[in-house]
């Protein structure tokens, strides 16, 4: 690093950490990700664990979303609406997320030009990708 940048990953993090405390009954790192415990309309409480590394979360708030507050993003809908019975939330790589049985996806990803990319989600549904390119 040099002098004068900053590191914001790890701040970024902690800011995550802190923001689900505040609506998750409790939250904990596990290899990969995060487990949050989360509590449904009937008040049962389950856990979901959200598949997401803390270099894939810097790029999905600061470079997606561009905000340093996990508030800012979408990212506690998508939390509290992973269906019950479907124990992870997997971050897709391209500022999305994924219910799974597991922790990895399924899709594949087929090139498809310079540029361009497919995957094809666990539900089936295929995304088309594109490099951006200035005109």
Do not use: N
């Not at 802190?18 to 389950?46: N, T």
């Not at 507050?69 to 979408?74: E, H, L, Q």
């Not at 998508?78 to 996806?105: I, K, N, Q, T």
Request: hydrophobic residues 40%.
């Amino acid at each position: 690093m040099h002098a004068g940048e900053v590191d914001y990953l790890p701040e970024l993090w902690a800011r995550l950490l802190s923001s689900v405390r505040q609506w998750a009954a409790g939250v904990r790192e596990v290899p990969g990700g995060l487990e949050i415990l989360i509590e449904d309309r009937a008040g049962d409480l389950r856990t979901v664990e959200v598949v997401v590394t803390p270099t894939q979360w810097d790029e999905y708030a600061s470079v997606i979303h561009g905000t340093t507050d996990a508030d800012d993003t979408p990212f506690k809908d998508a939390v509290l609406h992973v269906p019950p019975g479907v124990p992870y939330l997997v971050y897709d790589g391209a500022g999305g997320w994924e219910h799974s049985a597991c922790r990895e996806l399924d899709g594949e990803v087929a090139e498809t030009g310079p540029g361009e990319w497919l995957t094809e989600g666990v539900d089936g549904t295929v995304h088309l990708f594109r490099d951006a390119h200035e005109d």
